[in-house]
T-cell receptor, first 113, second 113 residues
């Protein structure tokens, strides 16, 4: 069964600290993996996309990694800011019985002053 | 450029009532979709459309209808609301079906009592 599992479910950190969010998937064959940020009361917005050949990609203070062999991805946030408080959703796409996109349940991040 | 516009933002319905959630995009995207987001779960696909006049069922289509008469508009109809349809609904558009970057509307929080 194609699944996307994210951990932790929620996380509280102090402003200025770093954190890492995890995403494990079983989608096969794999096409790509996206990380979305969802602010409270808003729709998700894409942060970055990882394809099979990419190991690391940065977008400002966000760095995503992908290990296609172990089917794991992480999103590292450096020097967190209050505005980073949001849900972060891992989304994996694959061509499995037709093109499919599977959403993880998300990690809820709270950044405190 | 408004992107994806969803209305209403909040709605309360009584069991058995019907309503239509509106969605419009101004990016000339071919692919549009409706998702529901429930606590602890990833976004689940309700219905999607690959172009005007073409719609298909997603993962959780029961109780919902869609139509796509124009490229811009993709309304979602609840036929006879049930408490199990209490959720947050998101409309999204992609340039085409295989393009994995989805642009989401702001969401509709629906409560069925």
């Amino acid at each position: 069964k194609n699944q996307v599992e994210q951990s932790p479910q929620s996380l509280i950190i102090l402003e200025g600290k770093n954190c890492t969010l995890q995403c494990n998937y079983t989608v096969s064959p794999f096409s790509n993996l996206r990380w979305y940020k969802q602010d409270t009361g808003r729709g998700p917005v894409s942060l970055t996309i990882m394809t099979f050949s990419e190991n690391t990609k940065s977008n400002g203070r966000y760095t995503a990694t992908l290990d296609a062999d172990t089917k794991q991805s992480s999103l590292h946030i450096t020097a967190s800011q209050l505005s980073d408080s949001a849900s972060y959703i891992c989304v994996v796409s694959g061509n499995t019985g037709g093109f499919k996109t599977i959403f993880g349940a998300g990690t809820r991040l709270f950044v405190k002053a | 450029n408004a992107g994806v516009t969803q209305t209403p933002k909040f709605q309360v319905l009584k069991t058995g009532q019907s309503m239509t959630l509106q969605c419009a995009q101004d990016m000339n995207h071919e692919y549009m979709s409706w998702y529901r987001q429930d606590p602890g779960m990833g976004l689940r696909l309700i219905h999607y459309s690959v172009g005007a006049g073409i719609t298909d069922q997603g993962e959780v289509p029961n109780g919902y209808n869609v139509s796509r008469s124009t490229t811009e508009d993709f309304p979602l109809r609840l036929l006879s609301a049930a408490p199990s349809q209490t959720s947050v609904y998101f409309c999204a558009s992609n340039f085409y079906r295989g393009d994995t970057e989805a642009f989401f509307g702001q969401g509709t929080r629906l409560t069925v009592v």
